[in-house]
């Protein structure tokens, strides 16, 4: 008996303890928003995903008598991915929840009625590269909504177009010499940023990019002591 309530006292000081870590040291790495936008979604560094209603949240007031324990700022709901690995990137596209994780990306089917994350309904795996075999974060997605493309930055300093109609793999843009942070495009037209300092553009009919901005190059940007990005 006292061996039982002993562990008993032990899981909740364990319990207690990784709360207040994660109280202190959670960072979100990502965030996104729902196709109706009345739902936030944060991914963080615990392989959490926090679900947000922005209606309750923009109706809130100073003078408004809410429930004390649940502030307007509370998550609505708490999804806890099964690899508990850190959640680079978040993109939302129709009804699924795309996460970017370590190496893959998965989608998640989301409950519009009852706003809650359902099961994952499909995963895309990245190429594994002989440089980067612990390691491929997928550090930003961008959606071209229009041709239904996915494009993934990521730790390996490639950027990757899937197809989500099948989830293959289309091409990759290979042109950084390191890690890329940031995606966006419009038109067929797309940039990329990374840590090697450079912003690439490129064409999504080429197979190299087409323009590159060096900002470290210019005097009045650089800050060797920060690094090229910086």
């Known amino acids: 008996v006292r061996l039982f309530f002993f562990k008993r006292a032990e899981n909740r000081h364990f319990s207690t303890m990784t709360d207040i870590k994660k109280c202190f040291y959670t960072t979100i790495l990502s965030q996104t928003i729902s196709g109706d936008g009345k739902y936030l979604f944060c991914g963080s560094n615990f392989g959490e995903i926090l679900i947000y ?7 809130c007031s100073e003078s408004s008598n809410g429930d004390p324990d649940k502030p307007p700022t509370a998550p609505h709901a708490v999804f806890p991915l099964p690899e508990k690995c850190q959640v680079y990137s978040l993109s939302f596209h129709k009804d699924f929840l795309i996460v970017g994780l370590n190496g893959e990306i998965c989608g998640y089917a989301w409950n519009v009625k009852n706003a809650t994350v359902g099961k994952r309904a499909w995963t895309v795996k990245l190429p594994v590269s002989a440089e980067y075999t612990d390691i491929n974060e997928v550090n930003y997605l961008w959606m071209d909504k229009t041709d239904e ?6 730790g390996d300093n490639v950027m990757y177009a899937i197809s989500l109609e099948d989830g293959r793999i289309t091409r990759n843009f290979q042109g ?21 300092g450079s ?15 060096e900002p470290f190059s ?5 800050r060797p002591e920060f690094g090229k990005w910086q």
């Open 53 to 59: 209603s922005i209606d309750r949240i923009l109706s």
């Open 149 to 154: 493309i996915l494009y993934a930055g990521c």
């Open 176 to 196: 950084h010499k390191d890690y890329i942070h940031c995606v966006s495009g419009c038109g067929g037209k797309l940039a990329t940023a990374s840590e090697d």
């Open 199 to 213: 912003v690439l553009m490129w064409d999504a009919r080429q197979s190299k990019f087409t323009g590159k901005i």
């Open 218 to 222: 210019k005097d009045t940007l650089n």
